[in-house]
């Protein structure tokens, strides 16, 4: 079935440290995929997101391209800062399902001053 | 702003006891979605709802229910809950098509 695998956790950078979070997938179509971000204490929010092979998604200094070739989409920024210490996790979706998302397990990140 | 609300963040039940989670959405959306939340398995679906009175099962459906009653309104119920259900629980919303909207989570102990 359709399924998400992150890198496990936990990341633990110093600050300004250059972030790579891998993600891959399995479907047996052409999904969107997404990062979500959960801050401690606080409900999952949307980071960004792709719906077509080698869009590129972008936000507060984040990014990640969907790769169909090697089915990836792999979560990068490159100077972290200690705000970004959370949990981070990596999804798809079909279109026509509802919405429905498949997570993966999530990865959590530590930055040190 | 866009607002999720579930009624309770904490909650301790003791094993065997009715529990009833409340999420309620202020956007007018047609689908909600109840998934849990624990440590390595990220978060898993239980149940979701496109429509007021309508409700699909997710992928671990068992010991739960729901109910959407109102279109704001998804409600998760465990009829008896048991010690393996403690957990956070997540509620969500969206349009079709659109981004997913989540409540805060709710953490139910069971003792």
């Known amino acids: 079935g359709d399924s998400v695998t992150q890198m496990e956790g936990p990341v633990t950078l110093s600050e300004e440290a250059f972030l790579t979070i891998n993600c891959t997938y399995t479907?047996?179509?052409?999904?969107?995929l997404f990062w979500y971000v959960q801050y401690p204490g606080e409900g999952l929010q949307l980071l960004l997101k792709?719906?077509?092979?080698?869009d590129k998604g972008s936000n507060k200094g984040f990014e990640a391209t969907y790769r169909k070739e090697t089915t990836s989409f792999h979560l990068e920024k490159g100077s972290v800062q200690v705000s970004d210490s959370a949990v981070y996790f990596c999804?798809?979706?079909?279109?026509?399902?509802?919405?429905?998302?498949?997570f993966g397990a999530g990865t959590r990140l530590a930055v040190h001053p | 702003d866009v607002k999720v609300t579930q009624s309770s963040r904490y909650l301790v039940k003791r094993t065997g006891e009715k529990v009833f989670l409340e999420c309620v959405q202020d956007m007018d959306h047609e689908n909600m979605f109840w998934y849990r939340q624990d440590p390595g398995l990220g978060l898993r679906l239980i149940y979701f709802?496109?429509?007021?009175?309508?409700?699909e099962k997710g992928d671990i459906p068992e010991g739960y229910s729901v109910s959407r009653e109102k279109k704001e309104r998804f409600s998760l119920i465990l009829e008896s809950a048991s010690t393996n259900q403690t957990s956070m629980y997540l509620c969500?919303?969206?349009?079709?098509?659109?981004?997913?909207?989540f409540g805060e989570g709710s953490r139910l102990t069971v003792l």
């Open positions: 969500a919303s969206t349009p079709p098509g659109g981004e997913l909207f």
């Open positions: 999804a798809l979706q079909f279109s026509g399902g509802y919405n429905k998302l498949i």
């Open positions: 709802s496109y429509d007021v009175k309508m409700k």
């Open positions: 792709a719906t077509k092979a080698d």
């Open positions: 479907a047996t179509g052409y999904p969107s």
